[in-house]
């Protein structure tokens, strides 16, 4: 009985023990289980995976099971399987991204692609920053051929992480597909380069290489990947490819019967293989390859081509076109070398439809000379031909050479002028037509070169025309059209003049001549000329022919009204002139003197063509006019930089010496307020030399030399009285300049001219008062500086010229008077401070003018002169000792003004007498 309570109780002592045992085992076995199924991708680990299914295992534990069983189903080669794990698994982890991605990727394998899609968006909304999420639907989207969508996916996965291999390549498979095989090389490298380096990105490479021409490097990528992949069928293909074309056929054949051999139901293999037999003439071999290859593969377009090509080979054009043509008339071309393939062949089809070629030499002369003149006629070039070589005498073959010339392009019909003078050298009709030719060459640039050619082939033809009115006139004609071109107007005139006497009734020379002498600044010749065209009869309407040279005349020599009546009438006739009547309108505008309306004008203009020069150059000239400077200059600048210097551009925007002189005369008036001294003077004095007779160009560079010290002054604002000498402005001017360059009585008679003006300059009295008192006319000079201060009673200017003139008058107390009036009014101004110390000086105030002396000092700009005075004051009074202080602090200051330096001797010199008195024995 003890024996049983003992055993019981070691039993009871035991039992916790072997339960404890047997857990701990259990959950050994289960953590054994799990690493199994989680780990092992064979039939083990699947066993594992369904041991843990069939128990209860919790949702994480299940959820985990559902894809460890998912990839080992996938390794095993059961997608089919694979995809109900990775299902079971999302109802457990609906948020799981990697999930989604992994059953895309069997959905993709088993040909579900919209299922793919759907898992693969799935993906990126759960994990957007994952660029293999947005690969792996960047991918799918390739192969359903939407590559704007590949590569938005593509590029967004780039975004997030710079550096992704995997998309770098399927960038460049996308740039293959799409034909852009440089871009297809560059990205796959940089994928190779992020490590990612598959027998895709070999074969991607080298096909891309194949269609950018680039043999050599096909067959040593292929050649490379071989060693890597070496069971990569494709890349033999396509080094076969590469071989054929450098013409390497046995290479090539070897390597084609490597991929029959490994892949006997590829269309392609068959395909290539044929291609390669046909370039070594097996047309038989070819042929049963071709037809293997489109049996396997009907959507081909390599094979189809292969057999059109042997077809062709064999004499058989109509089965090789009818290939061709059902090939050229597909729409389920998708990739680049496909849309290409399927082009070339349409252009084969549009090759063997052509109709058969025309022997050129069997046409009779009639007709060669009908092709020839045909613009569009395919044998035109070979008609020309024919007839220059069949020409009987050299005048003939002159004649054809300008009309073969005709026929070529714009840039390339020189040639044939040239030979066309060689070959008959006397024959004037050849040499006028080199000279129009060279005209015809002129760009509108600054390079005249055309014309230079021209001239001569036209003053040849003048010279030589003889008894021949007709050559002469059309010679005459076009050196006077080279003279305008170059700039030579009166030169053009001349010419012209001598066409209209010797066909007084022809409107084109008037219209020209009239072109010309606007050219030459003679707008009133021209309106005359203009006018006569007129009253000439024509029996052909002219348009705007002249028209605008008409507006431009009226507007220059002052008939602005009939200007607006000529442009209203283009209206009315509704003629197409809109380019220039509104440019010409705010012209009309400008002359008138409404800046306003011409502002508004020129840009409705320029809002219609920012080219019309017509319109910036009133637009900039409104600009000068109204004070806006710098867009004045940059108009005015456009313009004369652009158009100015170009003779035919400048003509057609009616670009007149007159007005061009105005531009750069007010280019120079904006350059002035903008202080660009030096260009300002070169912007008159071209406006000077463009319009010798116009007083205003003269004026302002007076201006300019004024502001300058510079006395050239003088000989400009006598230019400027010389051309209008009753100009009121200029007579201002002219006294301001004289007077700066000390001659007082020039200066008192033209500001007494001036001044007779109906509203002179509000200065002009206070200038004659000035010269007045340089020429010692006190009382007038009184009178004057007065008047100024009716007008503006608070000119302290007036107030100190009046004193100083009755200072000259000998009244002091009076000169004085008016000083502290002065003073008031300005109280600071050192001039004033000294002139009434001065005054009380003279005036015996010593104590006054030692104060007033000492207000003075205090200015920087008196400091010198005041404290020199105070010593001499103070020395007149027997305070040496202060004297030599006021003299030292005299010495101690800057010279400021030319005057300073004499000031500072003088004070130096006080010092020293002063020093020398003191120390003389008493």
Known sequence: MACLLSRMAFLVLLLPMLAMLGSQTAQAQKAETVALCKDDRTEKGLAACNAILKGRPDRKVKAMAHVARGHTQLALGRPAEAEKDYSEALALAPNFAALYRDRGRVRFTLGNRDGAMADFTAA??????????????????????????????????????????????????????????????????????????????????????????????????????????????????????????????????????????????????????????????????????????????????????????????????????????????????????????????????????????????????????????????????????????????????ADRLIQRANARPFDSRMGDFDLAVAAAPDYLPATLARAYAHLADYRYGKDLTPFDRAWADADSAVRRSGADKEIWARAMLARASVSQGRGNYEAAVADLTELVASDPTARFYRADRASALLMAGKPAQALEDLREKARLPTDVPEGLQGEDDLVVALIETGGLDEAVTVLDDWRTRRLPGAYAEQALRARVALARGDAATARELAAAALADNRFNAGAQAVRGLVAARLGDALDAETDLSKVIDDIAPIPFRARTSGMTPGHVADLFLWRGIARVQLNRVNAARGDLAEAIRRAPDRARAYAERAALNLRSDNPAALTDIAMALRIEPDEPRWQALAARINLATGDAAAAERFATAALAAPSPEADLALLRAKARLGLGRFPEAVEDATARLAAAPNDAEALLLRSDARLGQGDATAALADIETAIAVKAGDPRLLLARAELKAKLGDVPGAIGAFEAAAARPEASLQANKRLGDLYAGIASDQLALGYYAKALEQPARAPSDEATRDAARAARDALIRRMAAPK
């Not at 293959?176 to 490298?189: F, L, N, P, S």
């Not at 377009?301 to 059902?326: C, V």
């Not at 003149?373 to 020309?384: G, I, K, N, V, Y």
């Open 124 to 397: 990126i909304e759960n994990d957007p920053f994952d660029p293999d999420n947005h690969a792996n639907r960047g991918y799918l989207r390739l192969m359903q051929y939407d590559f704007a969508g590949a590569g938005e996916d593509l590029r967004k996965g780039l975004f997030w992480q710079k550096q992704h291999p995997r998309s770098d390549y399927l960038l460049g498979l996308l740039a293959y597909a799409t034909g852009r095989y440089t871009d297809a090389v560059a990205h796959i490298d940089k994928g190779r380069e992020g490590g990612f380096r598959t027998s895709e990105t070999f074969i991607t490479r080298a096909r891309s290489l194949y269609y950018l021409g680039l043999f050599e490097a096909v067959a040593k990528e292929a050649t490379e990947g071989l060693v890597a992949f070496p069971k990569q069928v494709d890349l033999i293909e396509i080094r076969a490819r590469a071989r054929l074309a450098r013409r390497e056929w046995p290479e090539a054949l070897a390597d084609a019967e490597v991929v029959a051999e490994a892949q006997p139901r590829s269309g392609r293999a068959h395909a290539t293989r044929g291609a390669v037999k046909f370039a070594m003439k097996d047309v038989a071999a070819a042929t049963v390859d071709a037809d293997k290859a489109i049996e396997l593969d009907p959507g081909l377009f390599d094979a189809h081509e292969l057999k059109a090509d042997i077809l062709l080979a064999s004499g058989d054009q109509p089965g090789a076109r009818a290939i061709l043509a059902r090939s050229a008339a597909r729409t389920d071309a998708k990739m680049a070398y496909d849309i290409a393939s399927r082009e070339r062949h349409a252009a084969r089809v549009a090759a063997f439809d052509k109709p058969k070629p025309i022997v050129v030499a069997d046409l009779d002369e009639a007709e060669l000379k009908k092709r020839c003149a045909t613009r569009d006629d395919p044998l035109r070039m070979q008609s020309c031909d024919r007839l220059v070589e069949t020409a009987a005498t050299p005048q003939d073959k």
